[in-house]
């Protein structure tokens, strides 16, 4: 493989894998596949191009788009998991998911 060079800063970048990466907006890949340099510099060959093309077209086809009203319970405010969606990400009435803020509008939630 010819060596590729960064061109930011001129170093020669090396192949690493970055644990997560947005490729568009709303699409978190993980596991990437990139290229970087000794200043912290990404960027990615064409192979690596394609595969987060195509990974993201595969999450776009499975995806679950719902849109819930929130209700409150006592104290707490409520939003209520689709039956596909529980069945799809293995959940019920027993599961533990932890909330992660992702900034004023958004979070992630993870099934524990």
């Known amino acids: ?61 499975h995806a679950f788009r719902f849109v819930r009203s929130v209700s409150k319970s006592a104290r707490s405010l409520v939003i209520r998991i689709p039956a596909d969606l529980a069945k799809h990400l293995d959940i019920n009435e027993n599961s533990k998911v932890e909330m992660i803020p992702l900034g004023k509008k958004k979070f992630m939630i993870e099934v524990k």
């Open 1 to 61: 493989m010819t060596a590729i060079i960064c061109g930011k800063c001129r170093q020669e970048m090396q192949e690493v894998e970055l644990e997560q990466y947005e490729f568009e907006e709303g699409i978190v890949l993980e596991n990437v596949r990139a290229m970087r340099c000794p200043q912290g510099h990404v960027t990615f060959t064409e192979e690596q191009a394609q595969e987060m093309e195509r990974r993201s077209e595969d999450i776009k086809k």
